[in-house]
């Protein structure tokens, strides 16, 4: 690590950032105030957010104009199955119907889905709310899902992508990616075996040349050295963009949290060199930018109190000018009325904001989380555990300080009551990590490559220190 903060003690290190107790408590009155309704309130105290001014960028190998601020269509709201058994849910479909009207009305054209997203109900239902526009006011982006072995033959995988189109209810796919390349024991075998082997990369681009596929790109998650070799096939394959993972903590500590991450400098950098333009994936890692330590909150919103500290991750992404579009899951209408303020129109960062922003990774190291981006790619689990609430509870008792280290802490009743309290409430009792068997059928599909077995034994034996008081 490079920052010039490490090594510092935890008090020493907040006396020099200059935060005292008053600009902590403020910044979390600030940043902590959230609710369902807190996007309508914004709008009339911000005023209207403009339906004319999205950025918009351009994709060279076919003139497309993107917005710069893309749909994920990971994270669609649910609502619970009535009757149905405890965790069972269905996608609110009137909700997405009018999180895309919205979006469409305001100039977000670019709606990124997969046969994998929303337990394989994303697709029907962005398919849904997207057929009551006029096919030429969007642009479809989903994938070849094919991570499970089973679906590694032709046949398998030629069903998944016809069922695509079906289920987005079109005749043409805009942007189709091969899913998560990169990862795995032996990337270049699972690659061969999901893309190669099958005949399934020769088929797409022979359907991109009949024009039912319009761009043909990949998604990327792993290891370093397949990246470059997926880069070495531009050539013959004439890559239309790459999603990546970017965002100012990425840029240059992806590697030192995770040795098989690439950072994002790397990245973006190879791609730049190729004219291969960028999609973002995880501007706000997993929603972890967006609920940072409260100090670091504090930190940001004194640099600019009328912004939300999750829009500094947003501009920093667009900021960059080989950026298509930057991707996010926007569950809730003041998700996207925010961002839709961040980029309407985008003000890039200047070099000072970056400066600041890197400074701000730099401290972020000294409140390390579970690099988990709520993904749910590790679901489900064969012994019913919810492993992402189990450790974004955990992420979040960090951010907020309710991790104490003994008894002798400070704050140690208050957060001892706040960590298992909270894990009750957010994680039911047989969901929770004392379930976990070891069996290690979650962390082959992490894209972060998360230990998840090791992660879960290490909650669960502190949340049982923390109930008999031997920390």
């Not at 985008?346 to 390390?368: G, R």
Request: glycine share 8%.
């Amino acid at each position: 690590m490079n920052s010039k903060h490490s090594g510092l003690g935890r008090r020493e290190f907040l006396k020099r950032l200059g935060l005292g107790g008053a600009a902590v408590a403020a910044a979390g009155a600030t940043v902590g105030c959230s609710s369902q309704k807190q996007g309508d309130q914004g709008e009339a105290a911000l005023g209207p957010i403009p339906t004319d001014k999205m950025t918009h960028r351009t994709t060279p190998s076919s003139g497309d104009s993107v917005s710069l601020l893309g749909y994920g269509c990971m994270r669609w709201p649910t609502v619970p199955v009535e009757g149905g058994e405890e965790g069972e849910d269905r996608i609110d479909q009137d909700e997405v119907n009018r999180l895309v009207d919205y979006a469409l009305e305001h100039g977000v054209n670019y709606f990124d889905t997969s046969p994998a997203y929303c337990k394989g109900r994303s697709e029907t239902a962005t398919g849904i709310a997207l057929a009551r526009h006029p096919r030429d006011k969007y642009f479809i982006a989903t994938k070849l899902s094919n991570f499970a072995p089973q679906t590694f033959s032709r046949e398998a995988s030629m069903k998944m992508y016809h069922d695509s189109f079906k289920a987005l209810q079109t005749d043409y796919i805009d942007y189709y990616l091969l899913h998560s390349v990169g990862g795995g024991e032996d990337p270049f075998e699972l690659f061969n075996k999901r893309y190669v082997d099958n005949g399934m990369l020769d088929f797409l681009v022979k359907e991109r040349e009949a024009g039912r596929i319009r761009h043909l790109g990949f998604s990327f998650h792993g290891d370093v050295k397949f990246f470059d070799y997926a880069l070495s096939l531009h050539d013959k394959y004439k890559w239309d963009f790459v999603q990546i993972q970017l965002n100012y903590f990425d840029w240059q500590h992806a590697h030192e949290i995770n040795p098989s991450n690439v950072n994002a400098e790397y990245l973006y950098g190879e791609l730049e060199k190729r004219g291969i333009p960028a999609v973002i994936m995880e501007p706000l890692l997993g929603g972890r930018l967006a609920k940072v330590h409260d100090h670091v909150a504090s930190r940001l919103k004194q640099q600019e109190p009328d912004r939300s500290v999750a829009s500094w991750a947003f501009r920093y992404a667009g900021s960059f000018p080989d950026v298509l579009t930057v991707l996010s899951g926007m569950t809730y209408m003041e998700h996207l009325q925010d961002n839709l303020r961040s980029f309407c129109p985008l003000v890039p960062l200047t070099d000072s904001d970056l400066d600041y922003l890197y400074e701000t990774a730099d401290i972020m190291l000294q409140f390390p989380t579970i690099p988990c981006n709520d993904c749910k790619y590790c679901m489900p689990c064969p012994y019913g555990i919810d492993i992402p609430s189990i450790l974004l509870h955990y992420n979040k008792c960090v951010n907020e300080g309710n991790v104490p280290e003994d008894t002798q802490a400070a704050n140690y009743r208050e957060a001892r009551r706040a960590f298992l309290v909270g894990y009750d409430r957010s994680v039911p009792k047989l969901r929770q990590a004392s379930h976990c068997t070891g069996c290690n059928q979650c962390s082959p599909h992490c894209p972060q490559q998360i230990n998840i077995p090791g992660e879960l034994a290490r909650i669960d034996k502190y949340a049982d220190n923390l109930r008999q008081g031997k920390l």
